[in-house]
């Protein structure tokens, strides 16, 4: 069996017009994604006092949501809920977020992407359905969410699953999701070799077409002093290919890893909390965002970072 995906050879959604609905992408796991979604949709709710609102999209692996709720919720309006009603049109009119506090003057208002009533009731079996048997209608509904909620909200900050890049060119549902749900592309990678090359690589630029690419942010881990200007030599030929309107080299230090977990499990959002000023990630992290909330595009590939 051919599944629809593969049948369309000629499918590219065009890019969604609207700057403050950001989308974080990235080519592997563990690269700092979800990290990077609620630094900076915290930050952005923080600074402007904007109204933000947060989808997590990653059904197999919900990181965001088990951040933001500390597990799954048990029940209650999620994403594949929404996406899957049979009469979606009243869904989209009943659509309400979840409130998360990430200070004691700033909130973000959350789309978890599942619950547990949601696996009990195989809500996630008809998600999966609907993606993969009727792709363009599961990107036609994904597009109306986020037009939806753009009517109340600001700005928009999706959270991908890590998928969003390893896919065959025209022929991924990924990338035409990417698309048709945000107007501003962050993509999040490690700094290894393999990522260079696969951003570089005909297997991703031609998916970038017409695309808006907000920062293309290097997650550096315990990195030596070297490593910062490697990255940046390594990186910023790539940025400037991709047309990013910033390079961010970021040391993901240890207080924003842990954010969530350990001893400072309570904490949602380094960068908004005391412990912002014992974090060097989050001194790049408001330079970053102030740039991207101000709509800052020239020059290109503006540097941040040590």
């Not at 197999?60 to 009469?87: C, E, H, W, Y």
């Not at 994904?142 to 025209?170: C, F, Q």
Request: proline letters at 6%; one cysteine or more; aromatic letters at 10%.
């Amino acid at each position: 069996m051919v599944l629809p995906i593969f049948r369309k050879r000629e499918w590219l959604e065009p890019p969604l017009d609207d700057w403050k609905v950001v989308g974080f992408g990235s080519t592997k796991g563990g690269a700092g994604r979800t990290t990077m979604t609620i630094e900076t949709a915290s930050l952005t709710a923080f600074i402007k006092g904007a109204r933000v609102a947060t989808i997590d999209w990653d059904v197999v692996n919900p990181r965001l949501t088990q951040r933001l709720f500390k597990s799954l919720p048990m029940r209650g309006q999620t994403l594949v809920r929404t996406i899957t009603a049979k009469d979606f049109k009243k869904a989209l009119k009943n659509v309400s977020l979840h409130s998360v506090a990430i200070s004691q003057t700033a909130k973000i208002d959350v789309m978890p992407a599942l619950s547990y009533e949601d696996i009990d009731q195989g809500v996630v079996d008809e998600y999966f359905a609907l993606m993969y048997e009727k792709p363009e209608e599961y990107v036609k509904r994904s597009r109306e969410l986020i037009l939806t909620l753009k009517r109340t909200y600001e700005w928009i900050m999706n959270d991908y699953p890590a998928i969003t890049w390893v896919a065959l060119g025209h022929l991924s549902l990924s990338i035409n999701h990417v698309r048709a749900t945000a107007g501003n592309l962050v993509i999040v990678v490690d700094p290894s070799p393999w990522s260079a090359e696969l951003l570089n690589s005909k297997l991703i630029l031609p998916k970038l077409e017409g695309m808006y690419i907000g920062a293309l942010v290097v997650n550096m881990v315990r990195p030596a002093p070297e490593a910062y200007r490697w990255a940046r030599s390594v990186f910023e030929p790539i940025c400037r290919k991709i047309g990013a309107a910033n390079l961010a080299v970021i040391p993901f230090d240890v207080p924003l890893y842990e954010a969530g977990i350990g001893e400072i499990k309570n904490l949602l959002s380094v960068s908004v909390s005391p412990l912002k000023h014992k974090s060097r990630s989050a001194r790049f992290l408001y330079s970053l965002v102030s740039r991207f909330t101000s709509n800052e595009r020239e020059p290109r590939c503006f540097y941040i970072g040590p």
